[in-house]
């Protein structure tokens, strides 16, 4: 079976996230994408990372109905800081070598893997699939082959989707009380309107 790896904070999830989901499992003929929301919460500029659980409750919804998309917790349940590395090798020992792992990632982030933990293991244990990100260039993986050595066999490069929702221009438009169920799925409106989220901007 081929998995695609969907990582992120995930506050809120919203149709960007589905787009990538979408145009990932479609080009590359995968059977199942996994949506793993982040743990231990990060400071991001201006504020905290809402729990867990309106997090997660809020990936069921929008997924709910797609058969070929599922949540896994395994950070959400892992204490302490969660990296990706790590959270790869657990789906591999869970899902065992058969399985094709696709990890998916911003360019903004395939930029960055070299100053990711162990980034060379990472590479080793799945595919990377580097989607747009509004205002990134095209990355060269043959510029990072050096710093992370089987990058150029690992990495797939799309250029599309190129989608350009924020989940913080979604938190403060709420904040402001405008309009978001053309961001984000309507069961996903409905309930950050029904618990009161992101009623303050960060």
Not at 75 to 90: C, K, N
Not at 189 to 198: F, K, T
Request: net charge positive; glycine share 10%; with cysteine.
């Amino acid at each position: 079976m081929k998995r695609g790896v969907l990582g992120g904070t995930f506050d809120p999830v919203h149709n960007g996230h589905l787009a990538v989901a979408g145009e990932v499992a479609a080009r590359l003929a995968l059977d199942e994408i996994l949506f793993v929301p982040a743990g231990q919460p990060q400071l991001r500029t201006g504020g905290p990372v809402s729990a867990g659980e309106h997090r997660v409750q809020m990936i069921r919804l929008a997924i709910n109905g797609k058969p070929c998309y599922r949540l896994t917790t395994v950070e959400i349940e892992r204490a302490g800081p969660s990296y990706t590395v790590d959270t790869i090798a657990q789906l591999r020992s869970q899902l065992g070598d058969g399985d094709g792992l696709f990890f998916i990632l911003g360019w903004d982030n395939l930029a960055e893997l070299p100053r990711w933990r162990e980034p060379a293991r990472l590479v080793s244990m799945c595919r990377l699939v580097a989607v747009p990100r509004p205002g990134c260039p095209l990355p060269d993986p043959r510029s990072l082959e050096v710093l992370v050595p089987g990058i150029t066999k690992s990495v797939i490069l799309l250029k599309a989707p190129r989608v350009d929702i924020s989940a913080s221009e979604i938190r403060r438009r709420v904040a402001q009380g405008l309009p978001v169920r053309h961001l984000v799925p309507g069961p996903v409106a409905d309930y950050i309107r029904e618990r009161g989220l992101y009623a303050t901007i960060d």
